[in-house]
């Protein structure tokens, strides 16, 4: 259903398994079809094979190089095209007086992607690549265009260099440049430890935005930037640059602010003997901010953060602070402004069976009190965990109560403290598992408004897997029950919410799989003049791998969604149909 | 008993954590970090490239991860006082083990050729020279070669959270989380709670624009449509926007690692969730919830928060926002949230009638209200920072109005509300509103 769109992704520059990699692993036995995972006999543990000690581990195991999205394989084909066609063909009916609130698109239509990777060796050092995605469809839903170039890249490496051109991943580090851009990205190993990136281009989403203006894209905004890694023994340390900057006289540009800054950050990592991790980034940036009408402001803000976890005997603890000042913009990388954090959590195995652990979170904005008000955030925690009591190896047990405070400052004070209390309990009895769960969240605020109001929220879940008819077939159901209880704040009123889904999956010996789900959400409102409504929907899918398809696949989904409201005029129907295909073309030595 | 119940929860997180500090061995020294001093430690553990030194359960591995069809696991045991004498590996769980060479400084390395599909039950571990040995459970886990490459992976932890999200399966969601998430985890765990509390019926359809990696790294762009009910009201909103979220691969497969705005999971706070603004998306309606639970949409701006932090005067800012949908002659007060009948609410009111209703232009009305006024030049209501103080009586005849007016309103109790009129020409007949309810005429 809608995950299978998912399918529709483009192409990334991982390779994926060639023809023949793919009929190497189908050759699965009736014991893997049936769901129980093979496991190897004990003597296969013969397998290891010592090897001597290595003098390093920062250099790669084998002679495989690694560069960002890319992975310089020696063995790999030397000349190869594949093409994968995805295609889906959808239809969508929609009936009932308030059919305009459904969010389906009326109507039949298709997307198709049209994927292609081809590689060539040049000379006798260097590989090249060359990945595209080119899309066409007739839903809007899907794509703004009708035709459109979704991925578009060529790569030339050899073991020193990487060079891309078109769509790169650009990750320098957190605070600094973390984003897709559109233009070059060179990376260059200066020894076994250390390389040198550059990048420069543009954060354009769409090709199509980099030729001709569109009325809805956003403004043309521009980077370039520098990072030298280097890795040691117990340690990593990065060095970025960062330059980006908007394009002021951007014809699409109305009443936004444009950004012109420069943005260096340092990131690193250590590793002590005893196994723990600390990491932090430091970044600093300065930016200047044009508004509309000509005006520029200077801006300067810094963030940072550390970062440990490590274990003490059987206490594993894992923390983390932060600091954002409100002025930290950043174009490549991302963040929240105006922050101070800190966090830690413990979790202490009291034996092998019992656990507890305790996490405490508190952060705050108003940093540099420009604001007349202050919000702090508090969030203590404490749990208890049990695994295998009463003998019981699969059941586990879980508790933990959790406290959210939220005290605004300023003229008219407000806090707002809700404190839940979870608990759920799981085990399995043979091929069927089990799962209760109960939450609570009691809320109260006091202030301006004061109120009070107590949420509950039940679920069971049953999941299980069966081996029918001599092992031919494995089926997998899945239910699930859920009742939720909400109090209105304002009004006090109860809003009672009781769902029910049951998911079942028919795997067959063959590449052949059919699904059935059904959910039935039945809620009464008790707010005065509030609908109550009822949702009911039901789908069924077929999966198929046929051999005609050399490694394709194929997808049929039907679907059925009724809304029904206590105001009738207000019901809808929906109907749909999917039909989905993967077909791969390969060419090559 | 809140203020008795917070302090002694405090109390008891410092006396849990000191009890975990004071447990430890005497011979423990707190100014060195780490365990047992006696106790050897495996301080790297590497398949091939990829750490697994913190998987808990399965490590999975695509073909692009082999070489040759080798695994190759090199790592580091080490030990603070004495020295390690043996490092032993299995693939049967522990049921037969074999010696691995290592070096002076604890550095050892072996291989293997995993069968795709088959599951190995992995466990390591080191003995000093004292006869000490590592704790063989902090490193035991499944490994798999499984048929998918990365991108499939990546592709598949993406569905199965939108999956958890769909079911409204904290717990589940949240154990897709990283541990390095970028923004706050503790906030979207709270978002995750009101999420499902504030609306269900979630669905979402994405529809990718692009993948790319690197290194373990995966950043999905994509366009989606969405559909959630409001659970306060019933209503049905929808929005449709550009958004990213980027995976890492993390112990047993790849978890969420970062979120940008417009958001599709923890929409209760965006500002503490999200890290970053997809640029395509600024400007348009997305989904928003305030912590009454009114589920509306708003434009997103530059910024990740859902109102913007700037310069902040006046009382704060208390504004509910919803939809309403009316059938003719019927009415809604603002004020106490209720649809009334037959037309006027009690007080006066304020008639909307519709074009081309002619001689009975009264259709719907809002009552308890005491002034009223056309706005003119703006597109949404969010792009109404405030209204004018002194408002005209409202016409008792009736405003002849258009899908897409806006109107500014004074109530019964003093404080200002701008409603919208979102669609009509035949019942039922919806208006959009924001209620600011500190009794300024600012809707900042």
Same mark, same amino acid.
């Given at each position: 259903?809608?995950?299978?769109?998912?399918?529709?992704?483009?192409?990334?520059?991982?390779?994926?398994?060639?023809?023949?990699?793919?009929?190497?692993?189908?050759?699965?036995?009736?014991?893997?079809?049936?769901?129980?995972?093979?496991?190897?006999?004990?003597?296969?543990?013969?397998?290891?094979?010592?090897?001597?000690?290595?003098?390093?581990?920062?250099?790669?195991?084998?002679?495989?190089?690694?560069?960002?999205?890319?992975?310089?394989?020696?063995?790999?084909?030397?000349?190869?095209?594949?093409?994968?066609?995805?295609?889906?063909?959808?239809?969508?009916?929609?009936?009932?007086?308030?059919?305009?609130?459904?969010? !389906?698109?009326?109507?039949?239509?298709? +997307?198709?992607?049209?994927?292609?990777?081809?590689?060539?060796?040049?000379?006798?050092?260097?590989?090249?690549?060359?990945?595209?995605?080119?899309?066409?469809?007739?839903?809007?839903?899907?794509?703004?265009?009708?035709?459109?170039?979704?991925?578009?890249?060529?790569?030339?490496?050899?073991?020193?260099?990487?060079?891309?051109?078109?769509?790169? @991943?650009?990750?320098?580090?957190?605070?600094?440049?973390?984003?897709?851009?559109?233009?070059?990205?060179?990376?260059?190993? !200066?020894?076994?430890?250390?390389?040198?990136?550059?990048?420069?281009?543009?954060?354009?989403?769409?090709?199509?935005?980099?030729?001709?203006?569109?009325?809805?894209?956003?403004?043309?905004?521009?980077?370039?930037?520098?990072?030298?890694?280097?890795?040691?023994?117990?340690?990593?340390?990065? +060095?970025?640059?960062?330059?980006?900057?908007?394009?002021?006289?951007?014809?699409?540009?109305?009443?936004?602010?444009? @950004?012109?800054?420069?943005?260096?950050?340092?990131?690193?990592?250590?590793?002590?003997?005893?196994?723990?991790?600390?990491?932090?980034?430091?970044?600093?940036?300065?930016?200047?901010?044009?508004?509309?009408?000509? $005006?520029?402001?200077?801006?300067?803000?810094?963030?940072?953060?550390?970062?440990?976890?490590?274990?003490?005997?059987?206490?594993?603890?894992?923390?983390?602070?932060?600091?954002?000042?409100?002025?930290?913009?950043?174009?490549?990388?991302?963040?929240?402004?105006?922050?101070?954090?800190?966090?830690?959590?413990?979790?202490?195995?009291?034996?092998?069976?019992?656990?507890?652990?305790?996490?405490?979170?508190?952060?705050?904005?108003?940093?540099?009190?420009?604001?007349?008000?202050?919000?702090?955030?508090?969030?203590?925690? !404490?749990?208890?965990?049990?695994?295998?009591?009463?003998?019981?190896?699969?059941?586990?047990? $879980?508790?933990?109560?959790?406290?959210?405070?939220?005290?605004?400052?300023?003229?008219?004070?407000?806090?707002?403290?809700?404190?839940?209390?979870?608990?759920?309990?799981?085990?399995?009895?043979?091929?069927?598992?089990?799962?209760?769960?109960?939450?609570?969240? !009691?809320?109260?605020?006091?202030?301006?408004?004061?109120?009070?109001?107590?949420?509950?929220?039940?679920?069971?879940?049953?999941?299980?897997?069966? $081996?029918?008819?001599?092992?031919?077939?494995?089926?997998?159901?899945?239910?699930?029950?859920?009742?939720?209880?909400?109090?209105?704040?304002?009004?006090?009123?109860?809003?009672?919410?009781?769902?029910?889904?049951?998911?079942?999956?028919?795997?067959?010996?063959?590449?052949?799989? @059919?699904?059935?789900?059904?959910?039935?959400?039945?809620?009464?409102?008790?707010?005065?003049?509030?609908?109550?409504?009822?949702?009911?929907?039901?789908?069924?899918?077929?999966?198929?791998?046929?051999?005609?398809?050399?490694?394709?696949?194929?997808?049929?989904?039907?679907?059925?969604?009724?809304?029904?409201? $206590?105001?009738?005029?207000?019901?809808?129907?929906?109907? @749909?149909?999917?039909?989905?295909?993967?077909?791969?073309?390969?060419?090559?030595? | 008993?809140?203020?008795?119940?917070?302090?002694?929860?405090?109390?008891?997180?410092?006396?849990?954590?000191?009890?975990?500090?004071?447990?430890?061995?005497?011979?423990?020294?707190?100014?060195?970090?780490?365990?047992?001093?006696?106790?050897?430690?495996?301080?790297?553990?590497?398949?091939?490239?990829?750490?697994?030194?913190?998987?808990?359960?399965?490590?999975?591995?695509?073909?692009?991860?082999? /070489?040759?069809?080798?695994? &190759? %696991?090199?790592?580091?045991?080490?030990?603070?006082?004495?020295?390690?004498?043996?490092?032993?590996?299995?693939?049967? /769980?522990?049921?037969?083990?074999?010696?691995?060479?290592?070096?002076?400084?604890?550095?050892?390395?072996?291989?293997?050729?995993?069968?795709?599909?088959?599951?190995?039950?992995?466990?390591?571990?080191?003995?000093?020279?004292?006869?000490?040995?590592?704790?063989?459970?902090?490193?035991?886990?499944?490994?798999?070669?499984?048929?998918?490459?990365?991108?499939?992976?990546?592709?598949?932890?993406?569905?199965?959270?939108?999956?958890?999200?769909?079911?409204?399966?904290?717990?589940?969601?949240?154990?897709?989380?990283?541990?390095?998430?970028?923004?706050?985890?503790?906030?979207?765990?709270?978002?995750?709670?009101?999420?499902?509390?504030?609306?269900?019926?979630?669905?979402?359809?994405?529809?990718?624009?692009?993948?790319?990696?690197?290194?373990?790294?995966?950043?999905?762009?994509?366009?989606?449509?969405?559909?959630?009910?409001?659970?306060?009201?019933?209503?049905?909103?929808?929005?449709?926007?550009?958004?990213?979220?980027?995976?890492?691969?993390?112990?047993?497969?790849?978890?969420?690692?970062?979120?940008?705005?417009?958001?599709?999971?923890?929409?209760?706070?965006?500002?503490?969730?999200?890290?970053?603004?997809?640029?395509?998306? %600024?400007?348009?309606?997305?989904?928003?919830?305030?912590?009454?639970?009114?589920?509306?949409?708003?434009?997103?701006?530059?910024?990740?928060?859902?109102?913007?932090?700037?310069?902040?005067?006046?009382?704060?800012?208390?504004?509910?926002?919803?939809?309403?949908?009316?059938?003719?002659?019927?009415?809604?007060?603002?004020?106490?949230?209720?649809?009334?009948?037959? &037309?006027?609410?009690?007080?006066?009111?304020?008639?909307?009638?519709?074009?081309?209703?002619?001689?009975?232009?009264? %259709?719907?009305?809002?009552?308890?209200?005491?002034?009223?006024?056309?706005?003119?030049?703006?597109?949404?209501?969010?792009? %109404?920072?405030?209204?004018?103080?002194?408002?005209?009586?409202?016409?008792?005849?009736? /405003?002849?109005?258009?899908?897409?007016?806006?109107?500014?309103?004074?109530?019964?109790?003093?404080?200002?509300?701008?409603?919208?009129?979102?669609?009509?020409?035949?019942?039922?007949?919806?208006?959009?509103?924001?209620?600011?309810?500190?009794?300024?005429?600012?809707?900042?």
């Amino acid at each position: 259903m809608t995950p299978n769109l998912l399918r529709l992704g483009v192409f990334s520059a991982t390779i994926s398994w060639t023809l023949a990699g793919v009929a190497q692993v189908s050759d699965t036995s009736a014991t893997e079809l049936a769901g129980e995972e093979p496991t190897v006999a004990p003597t296969r543990s013969s397998l290891i094979v010592p090897l001597a000690p290595p003098d390093t581990l920062t250099a790669p195991a084998t002679g495989e190089m690694v560069f960002g999205d890319f992975r310089f394989e020696e063995d790999r084909a030397a000349r190869s095209l594949d093409v994968m066609l995805r295609s889906m063909f959808e239809s969508h009916r929609v009936s009932g007086p308030g059919r305009a609130a459904s969010f !389906l698109e009326p109507g039949n239509h298709w +997307l198709t992607d049209v994927e292609v990777n081809a590689r060539s060796p040049v000379g006798e050092h260097w590989n090249t690549e060359f990945n595209a995605v080119v899309r066409y469809t007739d839903s809007r839903r899907h794509d703004p265009a009708t035709t459109s170039v979704q991925y578009l890249q060529f790569i030339a490496q050899d073991e020193q260099n990487h060079l891309t051109l078109g769509d790169y @991943y650009a990750t320098f580090s957190q605070y600094s440049l973390n984003r897709g851009i559109k233009g070059v990205g060179y990376q260059r190993v !200066l020894d076994a430890s250390s390389h040198v990136q550059v990048v420069a281009g543009a954060f354009d989403p769409r090709w199509d935005y980099l030729f001709g203006t569109k009325a809805d894209e956003p403004i043309d905004r521009q980077v370039i930037g520098l990072r030298v890694q280097t890795v040691g023994e117990r340690y990593r340390l990065g +060095l970025n640059l960062v330059n980006a900057q908007d394009d002021d006289s951007d014809p699409v540009r109305t009443t936004e602010d444009t @950004y012109r800054q420069t943005l260096p950050a340092v990131d690193w990592e250590y590793r002590t003997l005893a196994g723990w991790r600390l990491g932090g980034e430091h970044a600093h940036a300065r930016t200047r901010r044009q508004a509309a009408a000509g $005006s520029e402001t200077d801006l300067a803000g810094s963030a940072h953060r550390l970062n440990f976890d490590g274990g003490l005997g059987e206490l594993r603890l894992r923390g983390r602070a932060e600091r954002v000042s409100p002025d930290f913009f950043t174009m490549g990388g991302g963040a929240a402004i105006d922050r101070f954090r800190t966090y830690l959590r413990g979790d202490y195995s009291l034996t092998d069976r019992w656990g507890v652990f305790a996490a405490t979170d508190s952060y705050r904005n108003n940093l540099d009190d420009r604001l007349d008000t202050t919000t702090r955030t508090r969030i203590p925690e !404490l749990g208890l965990t049990a695994r295998g009591l009463f003998d019981r190896r699969s059941l586990y047990l $879980s508790a933990s109560y959790r406290q959210r405070t939220e005290e605004s400052d300023g003229p008219q004070p407000q806090q707002f403290v809700s404190d839940r209390i979870y608990a759920s309990v799981s085990d399995r009895f043979e091929q069927v598992a089990v799962r209760g769960e109960m939450e609570a969240l !009691l809320n109260e605020r006091e202030g301006t408004t004061e109120n009070r109001n107590d949420d509950f929220l039940y679920r069971f879940t049953v999941d299980s897997r069966h $081996s029918i008819l001599g092992g031919r077939y494995d089926l997998r159901p899945y239910l699930s029950l859920e009742r939720q209880e909400l109090e209105d704040p304002t009004t006090g009123a109860t809003v009672r919410t009781d769902g029910v889904r049951f998911d079942a999956q028919l795997l067959t010996r063959g590449d052949l799989s @059919y699904g059935f789900s059904f959910e039935d959400r039945a809620t009464d409102n008790g707010n005065p003049g509030a609908d109550d409504t009822r949702l009911q929907r039901l789908a069924l899918n077929v999966d198929s791998r046929p051999a005609f398809l050399h490694g394709g696949t194929f997808r049929a989904e039907v679907g059925d969604a009724d809304y029904d409201f $206590s105001d009738d005029d207000r019901d809808y129907r929906e109907r @749909y149909l999917r039909l989905m295909l993967d077909f791969p073309f390969g060419f090559g030595s | 008993m809140r203020h008795i119940t917070r302090p002694l929860q405090h109390l008891s997180l410092m006396l849990f954590l000191l009890g975990c500090f004071a447990g430890q061995p005497a011979t423990a020294q707190w100014w060195q970090f780490g365990a047992d001093v006696t106790e050897p430690e495996f301080t790297d553990l590497l398949f091939n490239q990829v750490s697994a030194l913190r998987v808990e359960r399965t490590l999975q591995f695509t073909a692009d991860d082999i /070489d040759n069809g080798k695994v &190759i %696991v090199r790592g580091r045991a080490e030990v603070r006082q004495g020295a390690i004498g043996r490092v032993e590996a299995s693939l049967d /769980d522990g049921l037969t083990w074999t010696e691995v060479p290592f070096s002076d400084r604890g550095l050892f390395a072996f291989e293997f050729r995993p069968e795709p599909e088959r599951v190995y039950r992995f466990r390591i571990r080191a003995l000093s020279t004292t006869g000490q040995a590592s704790n063989e459970t902090d490193h035991a886990f499944e490994f798999k070669v499984v048929r998918q490459d990365a991108r499939a992976l990546a592709r598949a932890a993406f569905e199965e959270l939108l999956a958890r999200y769909m079911a409204r399966d904290r717990a589940g969601f949240m154990a897709l989380v990283s541990r390095d998430f970028s923004g706050n985890e503790s906030a979207l765990d709270s978002a995750l709670s009101n999420d499902f509390r504030f609306f269900d019926s979630i669905r979402i359809r994405p529809t990718i624009q692009r993948v790319a990696a690197a290194d373990d790294r995966w950043t999905i762009y994509f366009a989606f449509d969405r559909q959630v009910r409001s659970v306060r009201t019933g209503q049905l909103l929808q929005d449709r926007a550009y958004t990213t979220v980027t995976l890492i691969r993390e112990g047993e497969g790849y978890k969420l690692h970062e979120l940008a705005a417009p958001l599709i999971f923890g929409v209760s706070d965006p500002g503490d969730v999200a890290t970053f603004v997809t640029d395509e998306s %600024v400007g348009t309606e997305v989904l928003t919830v305030d912590r009454d639970g009114n589920v509306s949409t708003q434009e997103q701006g530059r910024t990740t928060q859902a109102e913007v932090v700037e310069e902040d005067r006046g009382p704060p800012s208390n504004i509910s926002e919803g939809s309403v949908t009316l059938a003719n002659n019927q009415g809604y007060s603002l004020i106490t949230r209720t649809k009334v009948a037959p &037309i006027n609410a009690p007080g006066p009111s304020f008639t909307f009638g519709a074009e081309g209703y002619g001689a009975t232009p009264m %259709v719907f009305s809002v009552g308890d209200v005491i002034g009223a006024q056309k706005l003119t030049g703006f597109a949404s209501l969010t792009a %109404v920072t405030s209204v004018p103080e002194v408002l005209a009586e409202p016409s008792l005849s009736g /405003d002849v109005w258009s899908v897409g007016d806006i109107y500014a309103l004074q109530l019964l109790d003093g404080t200002y509300a701008i409603v919208r009129l979102a669609s009509g020409g035949g019942s039922p007949w919806s208006f959009q509103y924001r209620h600011q309810r500190n009794g300024t005429a600012s809707f900042r």
